[in-house]
């Protein structure tokens, strides 16, 4: 018989997510599900992106959960995309491509502060640093 885990608040969980799991839902939902996540204090790889009307929209909403919920900081969210140092027909076929596909070619971190300390971003990597228990 197999012996149930013991989830301990001192866990670290990753949440992996492929942009298809949230790509059919509009933006609100899209939101509310990463807040979901977040506030069970998993630290989300999303394939793909937000929109930045979206990212200020969360940002918006976890700072009126501030003081609402106990122990809760916020998030610290930052995305990595393959369109530095691009010519200009590799930008148009990218484009094209993204109407296609979706945005597809960027990762995003996203993180309860609580958890996460800092995401330094330069044009071709992310660093994630995370507080020590």
């Not at 200020?56 to 959960?65: A, D, G, N, P, V």
């Not at 109407?99 to 994630?128: F, M, N, Y």
């Amino acid at each position: 018989m197999a012996k149930k885990e013991d989830k301990s608040s001192k866990d670290l969980t990753i949440h992996f997510m492929p942009y298809s799991e949230i790509a059919k839902l509009d933006s609100l939902n899209r939101i509310k599900k990463l807040i979901g996540l977040i506030l069970e204090g998993k630290i989300i790889i999303l394939q793909g992106r937000l929109t930045a009307e979206e990212e200020s929209k969360m940002i918006e909403t976890t700072m009126t959960l501030i003081g609402n919920i106990r122990g809760f900081q916020g998030v610290e969210i930052s995305t990595l995309s393959g369109e530095e140092d691009q010519s200009m027909f590799d930008k148009v076929r990218h484009n094209i491509a993204r109407i296609l596909v979706g945005e597809q070619d960027a990762i995003t971190l996203i993180g309860p502060a609580s958890v996460v300390k800092d995401i330094k971003r330069d044009p071709k990597k992310i660093e994630l640093m995370l507080k020590r228990k």
